[in-house]
C-alpha cells in the first residue's frame, strides 16, 4: 500500500513570500493531520481535517497559515506571508478513522525561510 | 495540561549494547501513551502503544516500554542496539477523553558507535 505523499521535500524561500505544501494521503483514509515540527521540539498539530471538514485547527495561526483539502482527499497547507520563525518540517498524516494513535506520517516538507 | 517530557536530547550507545530512552509524562488520568520513531528523511513511525492492562509492552523491531503509573514514566528499552536504530525517539501521551490530539516529546536523537 502506498503511503503518505507529501510534496515538495524541501522549500527555500525569503521572509514575507508565500508557499504552499501537498499531502496526498493513503486512500480510504478519512481523517488528515498536518503538523510543525520545529527543529529541536517535537511535532505540534496544526489542523485536522475528517473528510474535507475541520475537526481541530485550535493551533493553527490563522492570520497567516491556511489549509483546505477539497473533495475530502489530498490537502494543501499554505502560508502568506512566511516569518522566519516558520522554519520547520511539516508532517502531514492521516488515519482511517479519527483515532489519532493509528496515524501515518509522510517524510515531511523541510521549510527554511530566509 | 498534558504534557512529556524526555530528558535526554541526545544520547550515544555502542552497538549491541542495551539501551533505554526515558520519558516521563504529565497527566491527570490514565494517559494512552506512545513512542515514535523517526530516521533521517523518513515520516514518523509509531514503535509500540500503552492503553491499559500489562505495563509491559512490546513494539516493532524489538523495542518493548514499561509504563509506571507511580512514577509517571514511559521508558523505552532495547536489549542489544543495532546500527540501523539510530534515528530520532518521541514519546508522545494521548487523551483517553480527547481523540482529536496528542501531544509530543521534543525527542531523543539515538546515534549508535560501531
Known amino acids: 500500500e502506498a503511503g503518505v505523499a507529501q510534496s515538495p521535500r524541501y522549500k527555500i524561500i525569503e521572509k514575507r513570500q508565500s508557499v504552499a505544501f501537498w499531502c496526498n494521503p493513503i486512500s480510504g483514509h478519512a481523517t488528515l493531520y498536518w503538523y510543525q515540527q520545529i527543529l529541536g521540539q517535537g511535532p505540534k498539530l496544526l489542523i485536522q481535517f475528517q473528510n474535507n471538514g475541520v475537526v481541530d485547527d485550535s493551533q493553527l495561526p490563522k492570520d497567516r497559515f491556511s489549509a483546505e483539502r477539497l473533495k475530502g482527499v489530498d490537502s494543501t497547507l499554505k502560508i502568506q506571508p512566511a516569518k522566519l520563525e516558520d522554519s520547520a518540517v511539516y508532517l502531514c498524516a492521516s488515519s482511517f478513522g479519527q483515532l489519532f494513535y493509528e496515524q501515518y506520517f509522510g517524510p515531511g516538507t523541510r521549510l527554511t525561510v530566509t | 495540561a498534558q504534557s512529556v517530557t524526555q530528558p535526554d536530547i541526545h544520547i550515544t550507545v555502542s552497538e549491541g549494547a542495551s539501551l533505554e530512552l526515558r520519558c516521563n509524562y504529565s497527566y491527570g488520568a490514565t494517559p494512552y501513551l506512545f513512542w515514535y520513531v523517526q530516521s533521517p528523511g523518513q515520516g514518523l513511525q509509531l514503535l509500540l502503544k500503552?492503553?491499559?492492562?500489562?505495563?509491559l509492552v512490546q513494539g516493532i523491531k524489538g523495542f518493548e516500554a514499561e509504563f509506571k503509573r507511580s512514577q509517571s514514566s514511559f521508558n523505552l528499552r532495547k536489549p542489544s542496539v543495532h546500527w540501523s536504530d539510530a534515528a530520532e525517539y518521541f514519546c508522545?501521551?494521548?487523551?483517553?477523553?480527547?481523540?482529536?490530539?496528542?501531544?509530543f516529546g521534543s525527542g531523543t536523537k539515538l546515534n549508535v558507535k560501531p
Open positions: 508522545a501521551v494521548g487523551a483517553k477523553d480527547n481523540f482529536n490530539k496528542f501531544y
Open positions: 500503552y492503553f491499559s492492562g500489562d505495563t
